[in-house]
């Protein structure tokens, strides 16, 4: 073959393989006087986005943007005024080298919403009506049950109400106090002493079981339909459920080797690779991920250099995070008690944009242990953990690095360290 002609063809190949694909998203506004739609990449996490938000003008109930893309993914549209409100239905769909077009109308008729054009989102939509044929019968009837009983005051436990009152009397400000009534609260969720027996026998359970069912349903078909919009759904599972239902890893395991292959360099093949290794040896007994981030001074530290001979516990925790303070609070005279027998405590801060707001927050606590940082998740360490959709998490560790507790309450680790260092 000519050699000129080989080059052009290389040169066209490549042209083609980094080109960028332009989506047009345009469509009706019905019944609000909404001023701009907030556009969001699905897998950006939401501290990122609301530094950096596009914000898409509305004119004359319609509106029109164009858009770059490099690959396939699931995108969302958002109200900014739902938004700022702190309660937003979002609009997902899936760009297309083309037009999408919506009609959007007020929040309460979310249902009514449509979203045309592009193969995606044409699946997602085939899926959606599937799922609705399958299950919005038997979920209404229990959604019916657990109304009747609100109603009736015989949902929750005496227990579970009691536990309400108490946070209900604590100021909204007072993370401090309110970390051991979410503990509360999440032990009896986990094991329905939240609900009355009839609420338990009526609802709860037999609501769980359905989500059960439809879980497996929803993988089946994941399974026997390979794309984009079964990925979006596997992600989100990952990142939504997995942590705290073993279920969903199992079956996030079974079908994530198929999209892998098919996808493997698409950013949810990244994101779940990490996060299911993550999920997967971070447990007890396990070993921790070791890692290296800046201080808030800016010096690069290996983790493994700072804990190494010290039983430790590793923080992570951002200046965001009200509840990550809360906790981190709690282990203070438990750090003083202990630092010069062997025990030591690192913090990992998720932060964006920069390190004003970590500083500031320092500035204020009792944190006396070395923290590092990981800005706008460049480091992806709290994925590489597990939690990248997470509200923190501590992990204790021994001398050999094997993991020793996984969010341990202030009673359970002075217990540990009890043991370890008397």
């Known amino acids: 073959m000519n050699k000129c002609l080989l080059t052009f063809i290389f040169f066209l190949l490549a042209h083609i393989s980094f080109a960028q ?5 345009k469509g009706k506004i019905i019944n609000r006087d909404s001023k701009h739609l907030l556009l969001r990449k699905c897998s950006e996490g939401f501290k990122l986005f609301m530094n950096h938000p596009t914000k898409i003008p509305i004119k004359n109930g319609s509106f029109n943007y164009t858009f770059s893309i490099k690959s396939v993914e699931a995108f969302e549209l958002i109200f900014e005024d739902e938004f700022e409100n702190g309660s937003w239905s979002p609009v997902l769909f899936f760009p297309t ?27 997602y939509a085939s899926y959606q009506t599937a799922n609705k044929i399958a299950f919005e019968k038997p ?42 009534i979410y ?35 929803k993988y089946d078909y ?20 997995m942590k705290n239902k073993q279920l969903v890893a199992q079956l996030v395991s079974d079908v994530f080797p198929l999209y892998q292959q098919k996808f493997p360099n698409h950013i949810y093949t990244k994101l779940i690779k990490t996060q299911l290794a993550g999920q997967q040896s971070i447990i007890v007994g396990g070993k921790y991920i070791d890692f290296k981030a800046p201080s808030i001074q ?31 609070r709690l282990v203070v005279p438990i750090y003083e008690q202990y630092k010069d027998k062997g025990f030591t405590i690192v913090g990992i801060a998720r932060e964006f944009v920069n390190t004003d707001d970590v500083k500031n927050r320092l500035s204020k606590e009792q944190f006396a242990w070395l923290n590092l940082v990981d800005l ?47």
Request: with cysteine; proline share 3%; net charge negative.
């Open 21 to 25: 694909m332009q989506c047009t998203i």
């Open 222 to 241: 994941i399974k026997q339909n390979i794309s984009i919009v079964g990925y979006y759904l596997i992600w989100k599972d990952v990142e939504m459920q």
């Open 183 to 217: 503990n509360k609260m999440e032990e009896l969720e986990k094991t329905y002493a939240r609900y009355s027996q009839k609420g338990k026998t009526l609802f709860a359970q037999p609501y769980d079981s359905l989500m059960n069912v439809e879980l497996k349903w």
């Open 97 to 123: 080298n083309g037009i999408v077009e919506f009609t959007l109308n007020p929040q309460n008729q979310w249902n009514n919403n449509t979203v045309i054009g592009g193969a995606l989102n044409k699946t």
């Open 376 to 422: 706008d998740d460049k480091l992806t360490i709290w994925n590489k953990y597990g939690i990248s959709n997470g509200t923190g998490l501590m992990v204790l560790v021994d001398k050999d690095g094997t993991i020793l507790a996984i969010d341990p309450k202030p009673e359970e680790l002075k217990k540990i360290l009890n043991g370890l260092f008397n």
């Open 139 to 180: 979920r209404a009837v229990l959604m019916n049950i657990q109304k009747e009983l609100v109603n009736a005051d015989e949902y929750e436990s005496d227990e579970f109400k009691a536990v309400l009152k108490s946070l209900r009397a604590i100021q909204s400000s007072d993370h401090d106090a309110k970390v051991p």
């Open 298 to 328: 800016g010096d690069s530290v290996q983790l493994s250099t700072v804990i190494q001979n010290h039983v430790a516990l590793i923080d992570f925790w951002g200046s965001w995070c009200g509840p990550c303070i809360a906790k981190s």
